[in-house]
């Protein structure tokens, strides 16, 4: 059973444009989610992060959003930018990662973005 | 630099013959993990460890070996490799400490058995 997902596998959007890259999750025991952003030939790189306390965060051109009843976080880039093409996995963690606890990810599948010129 | 090291990138082999991906992290991380990647399936957990000596399954551990003899070090045995393994690796580690940075990944390991 997926406890992580990324119904999208694959989104295009132009440059300038915003991009919205959606993560569902079923187990009601995360309390902690991040964004992974991945490059062809290299290692998913952290992007972004929200505990369940919050419902936003922001980053720059990154925002996330969570909406806790719905079980669903969404990733925001705008603008977004030939860059930003990749693969971004959306992860989530039972605790969080400033305190005790498992430190466990399960991950989605992966969105593939690609960013027109 | 912090990092995760994993050798070697790319490696083809055969069936049945006995393969080792080292990797190493100088952060001093206790957590340590195995991933692969396929088209479609994303990341999925081979096996994981805790602290030294201590090294537990994850969703895809048939086929494959750990050990954690050191803090630093989580080699990824392949006793006898099928074809059905051939994919992409990643290593990583992490720690209380890091804050809100979840794991640090290695480059990866594509890895071909024919």
């Known amino acids: 059973d997926q406890q992580v997902k990324q119904n999208s596998p694959s989104l295009s959007v132009q440059e300038g444009r915003i991009s919205i890259l959606n993560c569902d999750y079923t187990?009601?025991?995360?309390?902690?989610f991040l964004w992974y952003k991945k490059y062809p030939a290299e290692g998913p790189t952290f992007l972004i992060s929200?505990?369940?306390?919050?419902d936003k965060n922001e980053d720059g051109r990154f925002t996330v959003f969570l909406n806790k009843s719905a079980k669903h976080l969404s990733l925001h880039i705008v603008p977004s930018q030939p860059g930003d093409s990749a693969v971004y996995f959306c992860a989530a963690s039972p605790h969080s990662y400033s305190g005790a606890g498992s430190y466990q990810l399960t991950f989605g599948k992966g969105t593939k973005l690609s960013v027109i010129p | 630099e912090a990092q995760v090291t994993q050798n070697p990138r790319y490696l083809i082999t055969v069936t049945g013959k006995k393969l080792t991906v080292t990797c190493s992290q100088n952060?001093?991380?206790?957590?340590m993990s195995w991933y692969r990647q396929d088209p479609g399936l994303g990341l999925r957990q081979i096996y994981y460890?805790?602290?030294?000596?201590?090294?537990d399954k994850g969703d895809v551990p048939e086929g494959y070996k750990v050990s954690r003899k050191e803090k630093r070090n989580f080699p990824l045995i392949l006793e006898s490799p099928s074809p059905n393994q051939t994919s992409l690796y990643f290593c990583?580690?992490?720690?209380?400490?890091?804050?809100?940075?979840?794991?640090?990944f290695g480059s990866g390991t594509r890895l071909t058995v024919v």
């Open positions: 929200i505990s369940s306390i919050k």
């Open positions: 990583a580690s992490s720690s209380p400490g890091q804050g809100d940075y979840g794991y640090t």
């Open positions: 187990n009601s025991m995360f309390d902690y």
């Open positions: 460890s805790m602290n030294v000596e201590v090294t």
């Open positions: 952060m001093n991380h206790e957590y």
